[in-house]
């Protein structure tokens, strides 16, 4: 940051310019002539909000994408399936409790196990030979699409929220003047507040593990090197086995959510998985800081394009991604090599 | 081939034009089996039903060409993309776009212009983005392809001044040339045989051409390839224009075999189709995209019936595909004819394990 801003002082400049006008743009009352050209304050407010939520809920999906591909190399293409499934099973866990916290915890390890269940029967077997582990995980995700249409059918599926998450907050956000001419504030769901703020711990508690921990010390060291690694004594296919089981739960993890604040449906496994991929081609492969910025920038380009340009929305998500590759093609987090 | 003949001892007089002695060098090295195969063809349809003709084979050789541009870029250029799909819809939104169809939005332009247009326009998407995949290399090639051809899905579906959004085109249909409807059963099947015939002549052809050794040269070792003085990004791009054009051919025959295209038809899982038809059948030569097109056409269309009649639910086919290229990835990587290969060399060496067989060179 600081290297950056002493050798490119043009671009620090703009950039300043445009936090603040972004700062300023979120914060303060619109005047006239603003909200003529770029319409209602609370409008952009929604989409900037609606962004950053459906940034967090990426984020929790491409975050186990991406540990599980900086560790083991892997693309995991399977992934959305198991995002599917998460979204359905907590929908079932749900239902069946009647408890919405403890589905996630059902959830995970269940998931989770799901994942094990893949790191032992297919990759561990197909060890090294990275086109061939994802050639299967792409055989997995076709039948497992099928067997949770069997399963499950074609109709969507909305997990329940419990009752105090329902219904708005009010934010201390100006969205705009009333009639009188009093300053209306922002109101959002209390339940997408709840998922940025989970997503933002779920974040933060997975950089501390993996830069305040040993078992973190360990994975970031397999990241550089798993071959030393394992020449160093460590248990290296149990860290694998590890790291896939956590990546599978937190796409579990992201279903429930996913469910709760969109619907569960059979063809969200493929979105989910191009969002994935997409953020991770954006932030850089293996990197988690890089997944969190690739995830709400990613999410940001997708609420304000729907709102903005509606039917080019999905070409600004593919701009900002050709522009990522063809200027830095490792992504914006990402490592050459 | 033609290095197993001495350039003095060819089979036609010396003193021939040479491109006749380099045809004449070419037939003679057809193989015998090779012979076999394009004669049951060309008779097919004195044997076939209407039904086979044109939902079988015309479908098989639509989604062979398809793959046997996958194929192309994965065996001799060694870069997976799954845009190839993608590439095909384009070209047969584009002739659905400028050509005659059912919705208000095509331009009904004449099909000698529209169909080289709609080449010319897939081409270049697809050069473009094999100039963003080739940027990374190896699983990021999979990943940054699927991701554009996922995006290339969603866009389809969501603009509707271009591609029409969800419901997309109908009643897109192929030009009367020659007073034929080639939409009829019989000549819709020679169409796309010798489309798919061209297309397999041209790759093999490529494949032995001087780009196309370099191509495989830069697919073994792109390093050394740069050293001896190869462009290797520009033999990469090139490799990708290549197999766009052939995916375009393949697509627009597709949108004249429905009559219409919508997003679905270059959807994700018409991505993964293409893949798996590829796979199956083996990445490492011209025919076994074909090979794998018709085991997935003959699965697709009967193992419902099948499934059925074993008393299970006819919906589950995929999950039988999706099966089947499992069981193939583990088994043998390199598909089928890699299988066949393998128990043909399996064989010949039991054969001369007995001391009866014969010598190989």
């Not at chain 1, 191009?274 to 990197?287: E, H, K, Q, R």
């Not at chain 2, 295209?261 to 293409?274: C, L, M, Q, S």
Request: net charge positive; glycine share 12%; hydrophobic share 55%.
């Amino acid at each position: 940051m600081r290297e950056f801003a002493r050798q490119h002082p043009v671009w620090s400049g703009i950039a300043i310019v445009v936090a603040l006008f972004v700062i300023w743009a979120i914060f303060a009352p619109w005047p006239e002539g603003f909200e003529a050209i770029f319409g209602r304050k609370r409008v952009f407010l929604n989409a900037v909000f609606s962004g950053i939520t459906l940034g967090a809920l990426y984020f929790l999906v491409a975050s186990g994408f991406t540990l599980i591909f900086g560790l083991m190399h892997n693309v995991n293409l399977a992934h959305g399936s198991l995002y599917l499934l998460g979204g359905y099973l907590g929908y079932e866990f749900a239902e069946w409790t009647g408890y919405w916290l403890l589905s996630f915890v059902l959830v995970f390890v269940v998931v989770g196990c799901v994942g094990m269940a893949m790191q032992v029967l297919v990759f561990r077997r197909l060890e090294g030979q990275e086109l061939r582990q994802t050639l299967v995980t792409i055989g997995i995700s076709v039948v497992a699409a099928d067997l949770m249409l069997w399963a499950w059918g074609g109709s969507s599926y909305q997990v329940m929220s419990p009752d105090w998450l329902r219904g708005p907050m009010e934010l201390p956000l100006i969205a705009g003047y009333g009639r009188d001419g009093e300053l209306v504030y922002l109101r959002y769901p209390k339940v997408r507040i709840a998922i940025l703020f989970a997503a933002i711990v779920i974040g933060i508690g997975i950089w501390m593990a993996l830069n305040r921990t040993r078992i973190g010390m360990i994975i970031r060291a397999g990241v550089d090197d798993r071959d030393i690694l394992g020449a160093m004594g460590i248990p290296i296919s149990r860290v694998f086995l590890g790291v896939f089981a956590f990546g599978a739960g937190l796409a579990g993890i992201a279903g429930v959510v996913g469910g709760t604040f969109q619907s569960i449906a059979p063809g969200e496994d493929t979105r989910f998985l191009m969002a994935s991929l997409v953020v991770v081609i954006v932030g850089g492969m293996g990197s988690l800081q890089g997944a969190a910025i690739g995830a709400v920038l990613i999410g940001l380009a997708e609420q304000l394009g729907s709102v903005y340009m509606p039917t080019y929305a999905v070409v600004l998500t593919f701009l900002i991604m050709a522009a990522v590759l063809a200027f830095r093609p490792q992504g914006l987090m990402g490592r050459r090599g | 081939m033609s290095s197993n003949t001495p350039p003095n001892q060819t089979l036609a007089n010396p003193q021939a034009p040479r491109w006749w002695l380099w045809l004449v060098d070419r037939v003679a090295a057809i193989p015998a089996h090779a012979w076999a195969v394009m004669l049951v063809l060309l008779v097919m349809p004195l044997v076939a039903d209407d039904f086979f003709l044109f939902q079988i084979f015309g479908w098989t050789f639509i989604l062979g060409i398809v793959a046997l541009s996958l194929m192309f870029l994965a065996g001799y250029g060694g870069m997976v993309s799954l845009i190839q799909m993608s590439v095909a819809g384009l070209a047969g939104y584009m002739v659905a776009l400028f050509g005659d169809s059912g919705t208000t939005i095509s331009l009904g332009l004449p099909w000698w212009f529209v169909v080289p247009l709609a080449m010319v326009i897939a081409t270049l998407f697809g050069s473009l983005v094999g100039l963003l995949a080739v940027r990374t290399e190896g699983i990021y090639t999979i990943m940054i392809t699927l991701a554009m051809a996922s995006a290339f899905y969603y866009f389809t579906r969501q603009n509707y001044t271009i591609f029409n959004g969800y419901t997309g085109f109908n009643l897109v249909l192929p030009p009367d040339l020659f007073g034929v409807n080639w939409r009829e059963p019989v000549p819709f099947y020679y169409l796309t045989l010798v489309a798919a015939g061209l297309c397999f002549l041209l790759v093999t052809y490529v494949s032995r051409a001087p780009f196309g050794l370099a191509l495989q040269g830069v697919r073994d070792n792109p390093r050394r390839m740069a050293a001896l003085g190869f462009n290797v990004t520009a033999h990469r791009v090139a490799a990708y224009a290549f197999a766009s054009a052939l995916a375009s051919v393949g697509g627009i025959l597709l949108v004249w075999q429905n009559a219409q295209i919508a997003p679905g038809t270059a959807g994700i899982h018409a991505t993964f189709d293409i893949l798996i038809i590829a796979v199956i059948g083996g990445l490492s030569r011209p025919s076994g995209p074909f090979l794998g097109a018709f085991l997935f056409v003959l699965l697709s269309t009967f193992a419902p019936d099948v499934l059925r009649a074993i008393g299970a639910s006819g919906e589950r086919y995929k999950m039988l595909i999706g099966g089947i290229f499992l069981l193939v990835v583990f088994v043998s990587p390199d598909g089928l004819l890699g299988l066949w290969e393998r128990w043909k060399a399996h064989l010949t060496r039991d054969d001369m394990a007995r001391g009866k067989g014969e010598t190989r060179p």
